[in-house]
């Protein structure tokens, strides 16, 4: 007896018994990937590498000098001081709230998700939450 890979159709001629993981040809395919990478290299790496370029653009030792200024200590302090704040406390809540949802059913419990489930569904960046109608000069 031999095996058979792939999904089985009834009736379906011993040929057919495999079906292939996807349908779309391999131009659609290498299209579809060369598509999401050039949009990750032009929204995320190029940015990045934008961003490393400036901040290094008088070398390594201006960087490190820069890293230790009192402004620069200060704000690595308070973000780190954020930090340690906030990872407890929503370690604390979000276990909490997760229990409570679980296993209970309480009036607010759809509201509840909501308000948990809301940060990601918001935009991060300021300027993408306006319309693009909103940055062309108006007309008089």
Do not use: Q
């Not at 349908?23 to 299209?31: I, Q």
């Not at 918001?122 to 300027?127: A, E």
């Amino acid at each position: 007896m031999t095996a058979v890979t792939g999904t089985i159709h009834a009736g379906a001629p011993a040929a057919e018994r495999t079906t292939a993981a996807t349908t779309e040809s391999p131009l659609v395919r290498w299209t579809l990937t060369a598509v999401a990478l050039a949009f990750l290299g032009v929204f995320l790496v190029l940015p990045l590498a934008s961003v490393f370029a400036e901040a290094l653009a008088k070398g390594l030792a201006a960087y490190g000098r820069e890293l230790v200024t009192p402004d620069a200590l200060a704000a690595i302090r308070l973000t780190l001081l954020a930090a340690a704040i906030a990872v407890p406390l929503n370690l604390v809540f979000g276990v909490a709230a997760a229990w409570a949802i679980a296993k209970f059913s309480f009036p607010g419990k759809n509201v509840l998700i909501t308000f948990i489930d809301l940060p990601s569904r918001r935009t991060t960046s300021p300027s993408s939450s306006r319309s693009p109608a909103s940055c062309w000069p108006r007309s008089s």
